[in-house]
């Protein structure tokens, strides 16, 4: 059965960064796709970022370009996200979400009903 736990959430000031990290259990990590998504109070889960299973493939919200960084380390079976320039609108519950990969879509990456496994959130949040 494959786990995934996220660590590394906190309160952080604007502009700051944070380093979320999501540690997946058995051996299958090294042929996932993985990504990360989040939930703001009252709003709907949203894409964050995404990786292939290589990572040779990177795909982001607008919201959160050049300013967060997906990756990976297979030596590790974790999953990082790296976060900069953090805002306000960045609070909220950040969940990483893995699945066995193949051809997808772009829209495929964005839509959390296509991802078989979740770890159990790590709250960010941004005072105003």
């Known amino acids: 059965q494959v786990q995934l736990v996220e660590s590394g959430g906190g309160s952080v000031q604007a502009g700051g960064s944070l380093r979320l990290s999501c540690a997946v259990s058995?051996?299958?990590?090294?042929?996932?796709?993985m990504a990360w998504f989040r939930q703001a109070p009252g709003k709907e889960r949203e894409f964050v970022a995404a990786?292939?299973?290589?990572?040779?493939?990177?795909y982001y919200a607008d919201s959160v370009k050049g300013r967060f960084t997906i990756s990976r380390d297979h030596t590790k079976n974790t999953e990082y996200l790296q976060m900069n320039s953090l805002k306000p609108e960045d609070t909220a519950v950040y969940y990483c979400?893995?699945?066995?990969?193949?051809?997808?879509?772009?829209?495929?990456?964005?839509?959390?009903?296509?991802?078989?496994?979740w770890g159990q959130g790590t709250q960010v949040t941004v005072p105003s």
């Open positions: 979400a893995g699945r066995a990969s193949q051809e997808y879509t772009i829209r495929q990456y964005y839509d959390p009903s296509g991802w078989n496994y």
């Open positions: 058995g051996r299958t990590f090294s042929s996932y796709d």
């Open positions: 990786i292939n299973w290589n990572g040779g493939m990177t």
